[in-house]
């Protein structure tokens, strides 16, 4: 089969994920596919960037004749774009729905979720959650099967002694969804290092006054690699995640995480992560708290983090792709 994997074209704030997802998975696909990676030309802002990146995606069909086209992130309107063949969405979060209102959500909706989810053959999300809210907007949809994300295999196992005094915290974005400002408040009077990977606006860098801290808007993924290494907690305390990439990169390295009790992520994280409530400053504070205080209860957690990761193995994920790709191609006689 020859198998086209049409990708956003990345944005410039190190949004690594989506990106590297399809490109772990692909040694493990090309036993039985011939495939390609077209990323668009355009970033995903804008009507006309965004039509010359629906008609780019059409050109590199007509041309290359794939069986299968495969779009995955936040770009779900370039189906619009694809005259030929099979068509799978990959649907990582569909956030942009929930401030949406009027018309703007009219539009939407239409563009990113309606259009495109009748035009995929297969729609494929990375959780539960994910799946759930989808059929919240579009009640009807069928043809929806849940196959998470994959651990890029770059995040290895790297140990290290935690630093009980002053513990290096890692957080990653600034996003509304990943409730920042609720963490720095949650953050402050303990004797901690905030590691933070996130574009920060006034009021943030203000909640950092007088703690101990370090800031990077972008960074190289080699960078992000070594900030898991050096960290001695991992927190996504966000409000909703579609998936929640952070946990298992976290655990993948041997670190502990703290992160929320809602959406995707108690299910993604398994039993290695202490959940809390991210609308709660005391819970957040107080599961931090419990981390640094508690070496045994941190030993649980990474523990079962490296067992949870194996769910997530990309020659695992490889198989439940292939086994879709395969339900689509003729059957052969």
């Not at 006054?209 to 960078?223: L, N, T």
Request: net charge positive; charged share 25%.
């Amino acid at each position: 089969m020859k198998l086209l994997f049409a990708h956003r074209k990345p944005r410039p704030y190190g949004n690594f994920s989506i990106e590297n997802y399809f490109q772990t998975l692909s040694p493990f696909l090309e036993k039985e596919a011939e495939l390609e990676h077209w990323q668009a030309p355009h970033f995903s802002n804008g009507i006309v960037p965004r039509y010359l990146s629906v008609k780019a995606l059409e050109t590199k069909v007509e041309k290359w004749h794939p069986n299968i086209t495969h779009v995955s992130g936040d770009v779900h309107f370039l189906l619009w774009g694809i005259p030929k063949g099979k068509r799978v969405l990959t649907i990582h979060d569909i956030g942009f729905l929930r401030e949406a209102k009027g018309l703007k959500y009219q539009l939407l909706r239409y563009f990113w979720l309606t259009g495109p989810v009748k035009k995929a053959h297969v729609i494929t999300c990375v959780s539960t959650a994910t799946k759930n809210e989808i059929l919240r907007h579009l009640p009807k949809a069928r043809r929806i099967q849940v196959i998470p994300t994959v651990v890029d295999q770059r995040f290895v196992r790297a140990d290290k002694a935690f630093n009980a005094e002053c513990p290096t915290i890692l957080l990653l974005g600034s996003a509304p969804n990943k409730n920042l400002k609720r963490v720095l408040k949650a953050t402050q009077g303990l004797n901690v290092k905030l590691s933070i990977v996130a574009k920060l606006d006034a009021e943030e860098l203000e909640l950092l006054q007088g703690q101990k801290y370090e800031v990077c808007e972008s960074i190289p993924f080699e960078d992000l690699l070594e900030k898991y290494k050096q960290a001695d907690i991992v927190s996504l305390c966000s409000t909703h995640e579609g998936f929640g990439m952070p946990i298992i990169e976290a655990q993948a390295t041997g670190r502990v995480v703290l992160t929320s009790n809602c959406s995707s992520m108690p299910d993604v994280a398994g039993k290695g992560a202490l959940l809390v409530d991210p609308f709660s400053v005391k819970s957040i504070k107080e599961g931090l708290q419990q981390l640094i205080s508690n070496e045994s209860l941190r030993n649980e957690f990474i523990a079962a983090g490296f067992e949870n990761c194996k769910r997530y193995d990309p020659a695992v994920v490889a198989q439940q792709y292939l086994k879709v790709y395969r339900s689509l191609l003729p059957k052969e006689k």
